[in-house]
């Protein structure tokens, strides 16, 4: 990890999304402090994911509705990942399942986190 990370912290957006990530992230020990999730609606979601587009010319991501393109050159060329459709956001599962899911990794996450924290300040105070 970079020293300015190091001394300042830092600032995942969107990662991890899979447990397997959080285990990568735990296997190369980086162990965040905190974790802040935010209640987006549903119907928000699937707005924001489907107006996405990719310039695929400077990697940089625009929103049909709420960031546009600057102009109709750029707009010509913008592409749509494969991923970001109404299908892939929804998916199959039911709703409850995939915050069942969800829950389950973070709360093994959490309690990894917590029972780290706990040896390592039992271990501060015995020596």
Excluded: C
């Excluded at 959080?22 to 190369?28: M, N």
């Amino acid at each position: 990890m970079q020293s300015d990370a190091q001394e300042n912290g830092w600032l995942l957006d969107g990662y991890p999304r899979s447990l397997s990530q959080a285990k990568a992230l735990e296997d190369l020990g980086i162990r965040p402090d905190l974790f802040v999730l935010l209640d987006v609606s549903e119907d928000i979601l699937v707005e924001k994911v489907v107006g996405r587009r990719l310039d695929p010319v400077t990697g940089k991501i625009y929103h049909l509705k709420y960031s546009p393109p600057e102009n109709e050159e750029i707009a010509a060329r913008l592409t749509q990942r494969f991923d970001d459709t109404e299908e892939k956001v929804n998916g199959n599962a039911p709703r409850e399942d995939v915050f069942a899911e969800i829950d389950s990794a973070l709360s093994s996450v959490l309690e990894k986190k917590a029972k780290l924290d706990s040896s390592s300040m039992a271990a501060g105070m015995a020596g």
